[in-house]
């Protein structure tokens, strides 16, 4: 038999108007930093966001983390609050400080940081004399985390937040745009992205001092245009036009590709509706608007005997579907397990029972009919 084709987790759209855009870049010698490329990126992400915050195109999401960091005045030794459930960068950034990253859990409706557990943490460093000097919370796969709740506990100890948007362009609490409600918020354009710029990010500052500071830093720091001097030590994070070019095509298409990518989530939520046991990871109500960046499962181990997230991976596997497990959470990670965690086992369950299922916007109807089948077969046979 012939073997089918592979169906991946989540591919990069390229379509033909981003082959233009790119060309256009590379003929009018718009390769590198600068240029009118990335300024019409950043203007235009403005605009998708509906902002009036600065926002500088950064070369990653992890370098928009490191910024915003540098930004609040983290230094070595400094405690930062940080969401275990998220991608290892999510954490990195704080250990490059030398501060120390405390980990909290995540809770049942949105799966992202809970409020209970971090007044509890932020309580707790201040009975041990030391109020945290920032925090990142995270809106996984596209769900927004309960970001007012988060915002007021952060404005209330007065400790800057920052808003980890990197899988959530598009995503939206109570009609504002995921990555505003901070003192801070990143972006991130890498591969597997909502939309992609190759390797890319955005920071957003909600102060126009910060936002002059974080360009300053982005590109060594840099004094005047002729000579090479430098007033701090600064970094090479800036987005080249190349780059920008792609994101300025990419960005026409973001609508298309959460479209898909919702259409992606209800197919699932119909599958998923026949299989008892399973759920599927959606908003819990009607303020939250997710771009459903990946969709993801959760088994139910008491009610589904024999079967395992392993063991739908790999079955879907056998099938030729690619599927990925959940965040492992940060503080299980080897490279964290020193750090403090405050919370219980809702991130580590998560991560044990569920699974990210094949989510890219260009999937089609033959594609997430193969994997429908799969499931079914798996789960009642
Ligand atoms: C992708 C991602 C990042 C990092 O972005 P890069 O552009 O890959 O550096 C940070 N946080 C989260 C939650 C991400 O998914």
């Given at each position: 038999m012939l073997k089918p084709k592979k169906i991946a987790l989540a591919l990069p759209q390229i379509s033909e108007q981003d082959t233009v855009s790119v060309n256009e870049a590379l003929k009018a010698n718009w390769v590198t930093s600068g240029g009118p490329f990335v300024a019409e990126f950043e203007t235009k992400l403005k605009e998708t966001l509906n902002t009036s915050r600065s926002i500088i195109a950064l070369n990653s999401g992890t370098a928009a983390l490191h910024l915003?960091?540098?930004?609040?005045?983290?230094?070595?030794?400094?405690?930062?609050?940080?969401?275990?459930?998220?991608y290892v960068a999510s954490a990195n950034p704080i250990q490059y400080l030398g501060a120390r990253p405390v980990f909290i859990d995540s809770e049942q409706d949105t799966f992202n940081l809970s409020p209970n557990y971090l007044k509890t943490a932020i309580e707790d460093c201040l009975e041990k004399g030391k109020l945290p000097a920032a925090l990142v919370v995270v809106h996984s796969y596209g769900l927004p985390c309960k970001i007012e709740e988060i915002a007021k506990i952060a404005s209330h100890y007065k400790i800057p937040l920052i808003e980890d948007a990197a899988e959530a362009l598009g995503s939206r609490y109570k009609n504002k745009s995921c990555a505003l409600f901070g003192d801070y918020g990143i972006l991130s354009f890498n591969g597997n992205k909502i939309i992609t710029t190759g390797g890319g990010g955005a920071l957003i500052c909600k102060s126009a001092e910060d936002a002059q500071r974080a360009r300053h830093l982005a590109s060594q720091s840099k004094i005047g245009q002729a000579g090479f001097e430098h007033d701090a030590v600064g970094f090479n994070y800036t987005m080249p036009g190349l780059n920008a070019a792609l994101g300025m095509s990419q960005l026409k298409a973001l609508n298309s590709h959460i479209e898909a990518k919702r259409n992606i989530h209800f197919f699932y939520k119909e599958v998923i509706a026949q299989i008892p046991g399973v759920e599927l990871l959606e908003v819990p109500d009607d303020s939250y608007y997710s771009n459903y960046w990946l969709s993801c499962i959760r088994l139910n181990s008491?009610?589904?005997?024999?079967?395992?997230?392993?063991?739908?991976?790999?079955?879907?596997?056998?099938?030729?579907?690619?599927?990925?497990?959940?965040?492992?959470?940060?503080?299980?990670?080897?490279?964290y397990e020193n750090q403090e965690f405050y919370g219980g086992d809702v991130a580590e369950n998560l991560w044990k029972s569920g699974l990210c299922l094949p989510s890219g916007s260009g999937l089609t109807a033959f594609d997430l009919n193969r994997i429908k089948d799969a499931l079914l077969d798996y789960f009642f046979n």
């Open positions: 915003a960091l540098t930004l609040t005045g983290v230094k070595r030794d400094d405690l930062v609050l940080c969401q275990t459930m998220s008491q009610l589904l005997k024999n079967k395992s997230s392993e063991g739908l991976r790999k079955f879907l596997e056998q099938h030729e579907i690619e599927s990925r497990f959940l965040w492992k959470p940060l503080h299980l990670q080897g490279i």
